[in-house]
């Protein structure tokens, strides 16, 4: 089965508003989370992580919460606009030899 | 930021034909990293290589693929002889001296298998 699931397939969301994005995971050994941003044909790129030893981080309008006991994470942007619409990808990773395990992602969009 | 280049950027080839796939890491990254996304599905990781050796690979990464990165050229993905189940598109991705999960992506390439 799916070790890092986002049961949503998309979301949308008005200009100005909260995106919140979610993300379960399985495995008790993932110690790094994060969230990836990607356009069609383009790079996945990274834009926020945490280590396990945290619960919250913030950098500018995102702010990563991980819920350990729960075994879930989430991205929230606020103030959101229409450049932010893509897919998002949540993805952890833990042990030794740094393999990620993503899920199917979460197709934002922001409307006007 | 740092970026990653794949070549080409799409390949369509016939059932049995080998097909290598090109990645241009980050000049100062040394362990590289190859994703396999089939459509519809969540990207799942295949291999990852650090200092000429393989140091993990998954269930998908299968006797037919192979992984190098001759004198600091490309690091490659080789299948040999390709399956239709090989259709995807393949990430090739790269981190930091020392491992990390900071990991940069390429914009992949779709391979089609015919």
């Known amino acids: 089965g799916q070790q890092v699931k986002q049961s949503s397939p998309s979301l949308t ?29 383009n790079s996945p790129t990274l834009l926020i992580s945490v280590r396990s030893n945290v619960d919250k981080r913030e950098d500018g309008r995102l702010t990563v919460f991980l819920n350990k006991s729960g075994k879930h994470f989430s991205l929230h942007i606020t103030a959101s606009q229409p450049e932010d619409t893509a897919v998002y990808l949540c993805a952890a990773g833990g042990g030794s030899n740094y393999k990620l395990t993503f ?8 409307t006007p | 930021g740092p970026k990653v280049l794949q070549i080409p950027s799409h390949q369509i080839i016939d059932m049995g034909q080998m097909v290598t796939l090109n990645c241009d890491p980050v000049s ?26 393989v140091m993990e690979k998954s269930k998908l990464f299968k006797d037919q693929f192979s992984v190098e ?27 930091f001296l020392g491992g990390s999960y900071e990991q940069y992506f390429g914009p992949g390439t779709r391979l089609t298998v015919l």
């Open chain 1, 13 to 41: 969301v008005q200009e100005g508003g909260i995106s919140i994005l979610n993300c379960d995971y399985e495995n008790d050994m993932f110690d790094y989370f994060a969230w990836y941003k990607k356009y069609p044909d």
């Open chain 1, 103 to 110: 899920g199917k992602g979460t197709l934002l969009t922001v």
């Open chain 2, 28 to 53: 100062n990254h040394l362990y590289f990293y190859w994703y396999k996304q089939i459509l519809g599905q969540q990207m799942e990781f295949l291999v990852n290589f650090y200092n000429g050796k």
């Open chain 2, 69 to 95: 990165r001759p004198d600091g050229s490309y690091f490659t993905l080789k299948i040999q002889p390709t399956a239709l189940e090989d259709s995807a598109v393949y990430f090739c991705a790269s981190s």
